[in-house]
Protein backbone atom coordinates (compact mmCIF):
# COMPACT_ATOMS: atom_id res chain seq x y z
CA UNK A 1 0.00 0.00 0.00
CA UNK A 2 1.23 3.04 -1.21
CA UNK A 3 0.68 6.05 1.33
CA UNK A 4 1.39 9.74 1.43
CA UNK A 5 1.82 12.47 3.98
CA UNK A 6 0.94 15.56 3.84
CA UNK A 7 2.24 17.76 6.58
CA UNK A 8 0.56 20.86 8.06
CA UNK A 9 1.88 21.63 12.03
CA UNK A 10 0.10 24.09 13.90
CA UNK A 11 1.63 25.41 17.05
CA UNK A 12 3.71 22.98 19.23
CA UNK A 13 1.09 19.83 17.77
CA UNK A 14 3.50 17.67 15.72
CA UNK A 15 1.61 15.09 13.82
CA UNK A 16 2.19 11.67 12.56
CA UNK A 17 0.30 9.26 10.56
CA UNK A 18 -0.45 5.50 11.15
CA UNK A 19 -2.22 4.04 8.95
CA UNK A 20 -4.44 1.13 8.84
CA UNK A 21 -6.39 -0.89 5.85
CA UNK A 22 -7.80 -3.86 5.60
CA UNK A 23 -10.33 -5.60 3.92
CA UNK A 24 -13.85 -6.71 5.17
CA UNK A 25 -16.84 -8.57 3.26
CA UNK A 26 -19.29 -6.56 4.22
CA UNK A 27 -21.87 -5.07 1.93
CA UNK A 28 -21.92 -1.81 0.57
CA UNK A 29 -22.63 0.54 3.23
CA UNK A 30 -25.48 3.10 3.19
CA UNK A 31 -26.60 6.47 4.58
CA UNK A 32 -24.44 8.95 2.32
CA UNK A 33 -24.59 11.96 4.04
CA UNK A 34 -25.05 13.21 0.02
CA UNK A 35 -26.77 12.16 -3.14
CA UNK A 36 -23.98 10.08 -5.10
CA UNK A 37 -24.82 8.55 -8.60
CA UNK A 38 -26.49 5.28 -8.56
CA UNK A 39 -25.06 1.79 -9.65
CA UNK A 40 -21.78 2.40 -8.93
CA UNK A 41 -21.24 -0.08 -5.89
CA UNK A 42 -18.12 0.00 -4.47
CA UNK A 43 -17.35 2.22 -0.59
CA UNK A 44 -14.87 3.12 1.33
CA UNK A 45 -15.74 3.38 4.89
CA UNK A 46 -13.43 3.68 8.36
CA UNK A 47 -13.26 5.19 11.43
CA UNK A 48 -10.98 8.67 12.28
CA UNK A 49 -8.79 8.14 15.68
CA UNK A 50 -5.67 9.35 17.16
CA UNK A 51 -3.03 8.67 19.98
CA UNK A 52 -1.57 10.89 22.35
CA UNK A 53 -3.30 13.58 23.80
CA UNK A 54 -5.47 16.14 21.73
CA UNK A 55 -5.87 19.49 24.08
CA UNK A 56 -8.67 20.37 26.42
CA UNK A 57 -11.66 21.97 24.56
CA UNK A 58 -11.10 25.20 25.70
CA UNK A 59 -14.07 27.47 27.19
CA UNK A 60 -15.51 30.16 25.24
CA UNK A 61 -16.13 33.42 27.12
CA UNK A 62 -19.18 34.89 25.51
CA UNK A 63 -19.15 37.83 27.92
CA UNK A 64 -18.80 40.48 25.42
CA UNK A 65 -22.54 39.53 24.21
CA UNK A 66 -24.72 39.41 27.37
CA UNK A 67 -27.62 37.71 24.94
CA UNK A 68 -24.79 35.33 24.18
CA UNK A 69 -24.05 34.44 27.79
CA UNK A 70 -27.56 34.32 29.00
CA UNK A 71 -27.79 31.06 26.14
CA UNK A 72 -25.13 29.22 28.09
CA UNK A 73 -26.18 27.84 31.79
CA UNK A 74 -22.42 26.57 31.82
CA UNK A 75 -19.47 28.01 29.81
CA UNK A 76 -19.55 27.15 25.92
CA UNK A 77 -16.78 24.66 24.89
CA UNK A 78 -14.44 25.21 21.84
CA UNK A 79 -15.33 21.93 18.76
CA UNK A 80 -12.02 22.53 17.39
CA UNK A 81 -11.49 18.52 19.31
CA UNK A 82 -14.59 16.70 19.19
CA UNK A 83 -13.61 13.27 20.49
CA UNK A 84 -15.35 10.10 21.80
CA UNK A 85 -14.60 6.85 23.34
CA UNK A 86 -11.71 4.90 22.45
CA UNK A 87 -10.26 8.06 21.12
CA UNK A 88 -12.35 8.78 17.99
CA UNK A 89 -12.02 12.07 16.42
CA UNK A 90 -14.95 14.13 15.78
CA UNK A 91 -14.90 17.43 12.90
CA UNK A 92 -12.89 15.50 10.42
CA UNK A 93 -13.57 15.75 6.62
CA UNK A 94 -12.56 12.65 4.53
CA UNK A 95 -12.95 12.74 1.33
CA UNK A 96 -11.64 11.59 -2.26
CA UNK A 97 -8.63 13.87 -2.77
CA UNK A 98 -7.26 12.16 -6.10
CA UNK A 99 -8.44 9.51 -8.70
CA UNK A 100 -12.04 10.88 -10.12
CA UNK A 101 -10.93 13.20 -12.65
CA UNK A 102 -12.52 13.54 -15.86
CA UNK A 103 -15.94 12.73 -13.90
CA UNK A 104 -18.75 15.09 -13.69
CA UNK A 105 -21.06 15.36 -10.74
CA UNK A 106 -24.73 17.07 -11.03
CA UNK A 107 -25.28 19.80 -7.89
CA UNK A 108 -27.63 18.73 -6.03
CA UNK A 109 -31.04 21.40 -5.91
CA UNK A 110 -31.08 21.02 -1.77
CA UNK A 111 -29.40 23.61 0.30
CA UNK A 112 -26.66 22.57 2.88
CA UNK A 113 -28.02 24.55 6.36
CA UNK A 114 -25.50 26.22 8.60
CA UNK A 115 -27.16 27.82 11.71
CA UNK A 116 -25.88 30.34 14.10
CA UNK A 117 -27.40 29.14 17.24
CA UNK A 118 -26.11 30.18 21.29
CA UNK A 119 -23.81 32.03 19.04
CA UNK A 120 -22.13 29.11 17.92
CA UNK A 121 -22.34 27.88 14.29
CA UNK A 122 -23.81 24.71 13.81
CA UNK A 123 -22.49 22.05 12.58
CA UNK A 124 -19.04 23.69 13.43
CA UNK A 125 -17.25 21.50 9.92
CA UNK A 126 -19.91 22.11 7.17
CA UNK A 127 -19.28 20.16 3.73
CA UNK A 128 -21.09 21.03 0.68
CA UNK A 129 -20.64 21.00 -3.38
CA UNK A 130 -19.85 23.83 -5.46
CA UNK A 131 -22.62 26.04 -6.48
CA UNK A 132 -24.83 24.21 -3.93
CA UNK A 133 -26.58 26.49 -2.16
CA UNK A 134 -25.84 27.23 1.61
CA UNK A 135 -29.23 28.03 3.62
CA UNK A 136 -27.36 30.44 6.72
CA UNK A 137 -29.77 30.67 9.71
CA UNK A 138 -29.74 32.98 12.86
CA UNK A 139 -31.33 31.11 15.22
CA UNK A 140 -30.26 33.65 17.97
CA UNK A 141 -31.73 36.96 19.19
CA UNK A 142 -29.02 38.49 18.33
CA UNK A 143 -26.97 40.01 15.04
CA UNK A 144 -24.41 38.03 13.90
CA UNK A 145 -21.65 38.39 10.83
CA UNK A 146 -20.51 35.48 8.76
CA UNK A 147 -17.03 36.83 7.03
CA UNK A 148 -15.78 33.48 5.06
CA UNK A 149 -11.79 34.06 4.55
CA UNK A 150 -11.32 31.90 1.23
CA UNK A 151 -8.26 31.44 -0.46
CA UNK A 152 -9.49 29.84 -3.94
CA UNK A 153 -13.17 31.52 -4.06
CA UNK A 154 -14.47 35.29 -3.36
CA UNK A 155 -14.31 36.74 -0.04
CA UNK A 156 -17.99 38.28 1.39
CA UNK A 157 -18.87 39.47 4.65
CA UNK A 158 -22.72 39.36 5.78
CA UNK A 159 -24.48 40.90 8.65
CA UNK A 160 -27.42 38.50 9.61
CA UNK A 161 -30.17 40.22 11.82
CA UNK A 162 -31.83 37.83 14.53
CA UNK A 163 -33.98 35.44 12.84
CA UNK A 164 -33.20 36.16 9.32
CA UNK A 165 -31.88 33.63 6.61
CA UNK A 166 -29.39 34.27 3.47
CA UNK A 167 -28.40 31.79 1.08
CA UNK A 168 -24.89 32.15 -0.72
CA UNK A 169 -22.94 29.55 -2.40
CA UNK A 170 -18.78 29.13 -3.50
CA UNK A 171 -18.21 28.35 -7.25
CA UNK A 172 -15.18 26.06 -6.44
CA UNK A 173 -13.28 23.44 -4.56
CA UNK A 174 -11.71 24.23 -1.49
CA UNK A 175 -11.07 22.36 1.91
CA UNK A 176 -12.11 24.15 3.76
CA UNK A 177 -12.57 27.40 4.27
CA UNK A 178 -12.10 29.49 7.74
CA UNK A 179 -15.21 31.45 8.48
CA UNK A 180 -15.86 33.87 11.29
CA UNK A 181 -18.18 36.11 12.92
CA UNK A 182 -16.94 39.76 13.25
CA UNK A 183 -19.25 40.45 15.96
CA UNK A 184 -18.16 37.45 17.91
CA UNK A 185 -14.66 36.84 17.64
CA UNK A 186 -14.86 32.98 19.42
CA UNK A 187 -17.27 32.43 16.79
CA UNK A 188 -15.28 30.23 13.95
CA UNK A 189 -16.00 27.30 11.90
CA UNK A 190 -15.36 25.65 8.29
CA UNK A 191 -16.24 25.46 5.25
CA UNK A 192 -15.75 22.64 2.73
CA UNK A 193 -16.42 22.94 -1.00
CA UNK A 194 -16.29 20.18 -3.07
CA UNK A 195 -16.95 19.70 -7.16
CA UNK A 196 -18.09 15.86 -6.49
CA UNK A 197 -20.18 14.37 -3.86
CA UNK A 198 -17.50 11.88 -2.16
CA UNK A 199 -16.98 13.30 1.20
CA UNK A 200 -17.79 12.81 4.80
CA UNK A 201 -17.65 14.85 8.02
CA UNK A 202 -17.31 12.42 11.42
CA UNK A 203 -19.59 12.83 14.35
CA UNK A 204 -17.53 12.43 17.78
CA UNK A 205 -17.78 8.33 17.16
CA UNK A 206 -15.26 8.95 14.01
CA UNK A 207 -16.47 6.60 11.73
CA UNK A 208 -17.06 7.71 7.89
CA UNK A 209 -18.53 6.28 4.65
CA UNK A 210 -18.12 6.94 0.97
CA UNK A 211 -20.45 5.04 -0.73
CA UNK A 212 -21.24 4.83 -4.50
CA UNK A 213 -17.46 4.96 -5.47
CA UNK A 214 -17.05 4.36 -8.93
CA UNK A 215 -14.45 1.05 -9.31
CA UNK A 216 -10.98 2.52 -9.46
CA UNK A 217 -7.88 4.01 -7.58
CA UNK A 218 -8.20 6.71 -4.88
CA UNK A 219 -6.32 9.04 -2.70
CA UNK A 220 -8.82 9.33 0.53
CA UNK A 221 -7.48 12.29 2.37
CA UNK A 222 -8.27 13.01 5.84
CA UNK A 223 -8.86 16.95 7.10
CA UNK A 224 -8.95 18.17 10.18
CA UNK A 225 -8.48 22.12 11.17
CA UNK A 226 -5.64 21.72 13.53
CA UNK A 227 -3.85 18.39 12.95
CA UNK A 228 -3.78 18.89 9.45
CA UNK A 229 -4.11 16.01 6.79
CA UNK A 230 -3.13 12.81 5.95
CA UNK A 231 -3.67 10.71 2.67
CA UNK A 232 -4.26 6.80 1.63
CA UNK A 233 -4.32 5.26 -1.28
CA UNK A 234 -7.03 2.55 -2.05
CA UNK A 235 -8.32 0.31 -4.63
CA UNK A 236 -11.89 -0.68 -4.86
CA UNK A 237 -13.62 -3.00 -7.13
CA UNK A 238 -16.75 -2.81 -8.39
CA UNK A 239 -19.34 -3.46 -5.62
CA UNK A 240 -16.21 -3.68 -3.17
CA UNK A 241 -16.18 -2.23 0.32
CA UNK A 242 -13.03 -1.54 1.63
CA UNK A 243 -12.02 -0.82 4.87
CA UNK A 244 -9.78 2.23 5.80
CA UNK A 245 -9.19 3.97 8.99
CA UNK A 246 -6.91 7.18 9.97
CA UNK A 247 -5.16 8.04 12.83
CA UNK A 248 -3.69 10.98 13.76
CA UNK A 249 -0.67 11.01 16.16
CA UNK A 250 -0.52 14.06 18.75
CA UNK A 251 2.11 14.75 20.70
CU1 LIG B 1 -21.94 36.13 15.92
Excluded at 22 to 37: D, L, M, R, W, Y
Excluded at 79 to 85: A, I, K, N, P, R
Excluded at 151 to 171: D, I, L, V, Y
Excluded at 204 to 233: C, I, R
Aim: glycine share 6%; hydrophobic share 40%.
Amino acid sequence: MKTQYKWNILACLAILATLNVSVFAASAASGAANPTPAGSGASVVGKVKFTGQVPQPAKLSMNADPTCAKLHPGPAMSQEFVTGSDNTLGNVIVFISDGLAGRTFDVPAEAITFEQKGCEYAPHVVALRANQKLKMVNSDNTTHNIHPLPANNREWNKAEPAGTTMEESFPREEIAIPVKCNVHPWMKSYVAVFKHPYFAVTAKDGSFQLPNLPPGEYTVEAWHEKLGTMTQKITVAAGETKALDFTFKVH
